[in-house]
């Protein structure tokens, strides 16, 4: 089946300091990614559609200038919190869009950010 | 409004105790159901794809089926390893850019 990676799956970092998120289609290539946020038993909550050589598509309430994503490579998106504060914790996770077959979206591992 | 809800919120079962999860929706032009199961600190993991009302897939114990208004996903004689939060996740024509809708998820619990 289709394999998406994160990297980190976890990382701890200092308030005010920027903390960069990678996410991988390793067997596929994938156009368009989406990355989410995703609070303790919540479901997931979509943050920006991201598209292989293009600017990416932030929903409503998102920060563009504090979440930046970039989608350099049709296997690689990368997200990026800027300045992170505490609030900014959260699992983050990733998708891919497999446009053969099902069209489905799989999903990476995710990452917990935890901001002090 | 375009909506996905699932019920119930959470379900305990005991092992071999068949039961199944609700998914309605109120979106127009279905393009996709999609059905994932999560693990705590983890990212969910893709299960179906329905696209029509009467279509239905199985894999070991689940089985999904989808009507025009809902889907079902069926889970017969659980086992603990099948305790689990269960999201579906619609995809429709109004949605730009091929975005997914979720549901808020049901949280099985299998008791041995």
């Known amino acids: 089946g289709a394999v998406v990676s994160q990297h980190p799956s976890r990382v701890i970092c200092k308030s005010g300091t920027s903390v960069k998120i990678e996410c991988r289609s390793l067997?596929?290539?994938?156009?368009?990614m989406f990355w989410y946020r995703q609070f303790p038993k919540q479901s997931l909550m979509l943050m920006a559609t991201?598209?292989?050589?293009?600017?990416?598509?932030?929903e409503q309430g998102v920060e563009k200038d504090k979440f930046l994503i970039n989608h350099a490579s049709l296997t690689l998106s990368t997200l990026t919190v800027t300045s992170a504060h505490p609030e900014d914790s959260s699992f983050y996770i990733c998708?891919?869009?497999?446009?053969?077959?099902?069209?489905?979206?799989?999903f990476g591992p995710g990452t917990r950010l935890t901001v002090l | 409004e375009d909506q996905v809800t699932q019920s119930p919120e959470a379900l305990r079962l005991q092992e071999g105790e068949s039961s199944s999860l609700n998914c309605s929706y109120t979106?127009?032009?279905?393009?996709?159901l999609f059905w994932y199961r999560q693990d705590p600190g983890k990212g969910p993991e893709f299960l179906f794809t329905?696209?029509?009302a009467g279509e239905e897939k199985e894999k070991e114990r689940l089985k999904a089926t989808l009507t025009k208004k809902e889907s079902f996903l069926h889970i017969t004689a659980p086992k603990p390893e099948d305790s689990a939060t269960y999201l579906c996740?619609?995809?429709?024509?109004?949605?730009?850019?091929?975005?997914?809708?979720f549901g808020g998820g049901t949280r099985v619990l299998v008791k041995p």
């Open positions: 998708s891919a869009r497999d446009r053969t077959v099902t069209d489905t979206q799989y």
């Open positions: 067997d596929f290539q994938a156009t368009t």
């Open positions: 991201s598209n292989e050589g293009s600017k990416a598509t932030y």
């Open positions: 979106v127009s032009g279905l393009r996709g």
């Open positions: 329905l696209y029509s």
């Open positions: 996740a619609v995809r429709y024509i109004k949605a730009a850019g091929n975005k997914l809708t």
